[in-house]
């Protein structure tokens, strides 16, 4: 298949890798110049502009960083949709809102083609080893007709519903993410501060009604579990400000749909602490240190 | 074994029940007549005060609502400690705050006793069916000296480090449950509101980094989790008003211990209005109604 | 002076009005036929765009509900600056976010313009008698120039430093407010369960330092201070949903600074709740409501 | 009037120091003998326990940091209750909890006396300068009864209620204080992030509606006001770890009288971190540290 690859960074590249080693004739557009080599070393066609890279193609895919990078390289005047042919899907995999979706979806159909929001979950690491998970916002049939290409690069492709449901599973999972990890370091540190000992206690909750991701797999208290970014200081893993700009994402679309987010607006602020005091660039877990008097953050 | 058991409400009555059918010689004490009058018809004895209970006894057990109960039960001069042969062990299966337990286990030590406390988990459900999880704060040989009788109570005896380590590990986990189910609450509404269909959102966030009990057990949304009590109208389950007593330990206990409790401080809050408006012997995930435009709450 | 005036809701026709009153010529334009049609009435002439209504003005007001609004009559092929001429002064007294401001100043700048923020506070009250405070951000230069004409609708215009500064003290003012009102209202709340008269509660605030504008001017409990909306069923003042859009901007705002607002967010989410339930257009005081089991809210 | 003055601290000193300038006969009890050494060498006799210097008094004053100290003041085998002649008035001007003032009034009557709460507003400063804010709870005859000898110690002495209301009063109060002050830091902080002068914003919130005692007495950003804590490196003024007590006080009494109370327990948490980070002893109005990148708190 004839696909156009718009966006290489540290997720878009390893994704577009997994697609020309699944046999696809890939064009592809970076501002990065020695992200477009690296793939063209790998046998992608490089292409001037997002319009140029569109041309040709029977399938578009952009993984770019935020709406407004979306919205330059569809309707730019060197973008998609000055180049795309009728009929021909456009695939959005960024972390986007998902109001910037309808908007953009729209001024697709306009233009003859289908928007389709496929936000993953999985890391670099996923990206790499093609195991992402897709959630796909669009209609049954253009889900089973993108299907096939999504499962070159990830091993879960589920189908969430209309125009923007990829976008509205994946901001509510991370709202959920950001809260029981906050919700995990303020009882663990409270727990230690109350004399139990740490790995009792994550045990315990992990074989109770407080067992979730964020105390099972990801606990935030150092040696709780060995392969967790606590564990090695808090590096890797999913930044502090990655976390943020989704919580921002969320409170934002909660804002639209006037709903309120208690908690989720209140982790928001934990992070945003984290950030403001320099500890962006750790692994969110690092929430923690906010409830111990340990010396940083 | 003869053991004195005080306190035969929704819970202690069926525990009571199963120490019967293991074989135990039970010398019960409550201040309800009719509760005393199901045990004794079942083989128990009927004792006239704790201290009476206790005066026999190689064992006690205590099974209460809150401390206050427990130190009157305790220290009265009807009490257990006015009874209670020298080396007996008293176990408190009662959920209160650590610091109590501490000062119980002191008085206890002063009488030549050892106090250990071993709340549980499981509901009324897990009681009947001697299905229990017993959390245990005591010594190594205190532990090992009590299990083989918790165990006709119970399947789960965690040794949880020193006297009140029990406790902390109930208050810790009920922190992150009370946290993640409204957590949920607003992720589940939120989500919803912007268009996706509840069992799909609810399907991706089971099997995604937002996994936890709240949401893959009992998710507060109806009709997602068909055993759940949102599927039933709320009913059953565990009410708000005992999460809101939990919580109000572990911010009790957090406060003691100088640790900031932001999330579960603001989720006190949530169940509060709930209580507030009357809602309080619902179940606890009917904190969701906080965040719907559905009629009531 | 000729004057071009853009947007003439509840706000903006007072003020445009006062503006007539004070002998200047004014150019109205409005979306809605009838509120030009009373401006004309009272002695303005109607334009068919801004971009006419700004083409002779010798300075060009704008008072719209939104940042997009503003954008739009600036920006659109009928808009302000395709007619405005050089050195023109445009001075916009919506509420919007600083971020906006910093964009159009930075457009009106390329044409040839300065744009100046300069929103108001007083309400539809202060607007129609004329004692609007204005915020205005620009140099001291156009602060001297633009004062003699707001001079004409306010009585106190206040220069807060450079371009948008206007936005971010009204944003800073009314997210203190946002947060003394909630605050004050879980205060008098609390004080009157526990058995204090809400009268007797509210003077010992006032004169001590608990004091503030939202209890001494505005108090939410009904019957303490005569003249508060609290007091005639929350109608009239200023609405849930203004005072909504308002701490969306500043907590807007604050995400861009990556700054924490942790009362902020969490009074956005009371607020979000009283209009989610359906009580956005009562005064902002009735979010005291959510603290009260009083049938409703 | 012969008058019993138990508890000479930071506060308790220079109140009585104040009584016996009024011309009262002191009978005063401190554990603490260089307190009370203090007091003798002004003309005070010291008494050898709270029941000794009771005897003989015509009235009783205690100034103690908690209700557990007024509780052993009060009811220990050599307390108040063991000495004081019948119909003789308990004044106790601690800060406590409305539920311990309930249960003191209650023992005291049973012993044929009155207590009446009134705890003081004023610091330190004031205690010295007899210019403290009395708020008093009892009936309105005790009032009159108390009113003249609080005089001599204070210049605002306000019947609040029936007992407890006083502690209710002060509570309440501050409960706003803590709000008011920590929603002034974030908009503060906010308002200098986004680019406006600290003191201009200052201005325009005092003119204002976020006009509070926190703004335009004590505002947090240093400069602001000169003779604000803030300005002088957060030194003096009333310290974050007595906020903190206060906060507690209030929350503990919002869950026995089932009232939320979002603001108060939120920012109970942002005092408890700085707290935690070591920053107990400064001014409260240092909360402004957890907002801004500035290397400390």
Redesign the interface.
């Known amino acids: 298949m004839k696909i156009a690859f718009i966006g290489l960074g540290n997720m878009g590249a390893p994704m577009a890798l997994n697609l020309l080693k699944a046999g696809h004739a890939l064009n592809v557009f970076d501002l990065n110049a020695q992200a477009v080599q690296s793939l063209v070393a790998a046998g992608a066609s490089a292409a001037t502009s997002p319009k140029a890279a569109s041309t040709d193609a029977e399938l578009v895919i952009t993984m770019l960083p935020a709406a407004a990078h979306v919205k330059a390289v569809l309707t730019g005047e060197e973008g998609i949709l000055a180049g795309i042919a009728k009929n021909v899907t456009i695939v959005d995999s960024s972390t986007i809102d ?1 109001a910037s979706v309808k908007a953009f979806a729209e001024l697709a159909n306009q233009n003859g083609n289908t928007f389709v929001d496929a936000p993953v ?1 999985g890391g670099t690491g996923g990206a790499a080893a093609g195991t992402l ?1 897709f ?1 796909v916002g669009g209609s049954a049939q253009v889900y089973e007709q993108v299907k096939p290409v999504l499962t070159s690069m990830g091993k ?1 492709i ?5 125009t ?2 990829g976008q ?2 994946k901001i ?6 950001g ?2 990890m ?3 370091s ?6 230690v ?5 740490p790995k ?2 994550g ?3 992990n ?9 099972d797999t ?1 606990n935030p208290f150092p040696g709780v579990i060995e392969t967790a970014p606590s564990t090695r200081g808090y590096t890797g893993g999913f930044g502090t400000d990655l976390m943020l700009k989704d919580l ?1 994402l ?6 639209l ?14 992070y ?2 984290m ?4 500890a962006g660039k750790l692994d969110f877990s690092a929430v923690i240190k ?4 340990d010396g940083d953050a």
């Open positions: 998902p979950s998970t959630m879960n589920v189908h969430c519903g209309d923007s449901t509205v599973a509510c999972n991370n709202l959920v993410l809260i029981t906050a919700g995990v303020e009882a663990m540190a409270l727990g501060a109350l004399g139990i000992d009792v206690l045990g315990i909750i074989t109770s009604t407080g067992r979730c991701w964020s105390s990801y921002g969320a409170t934002d679309a909660a804002k749909a006037r709903q309120p987010v208690y908690l989720g607006a209140l982790a928001q602020q934990l945003q602490t950030s403001t005091k320099g906010l409830y111990r008097n």
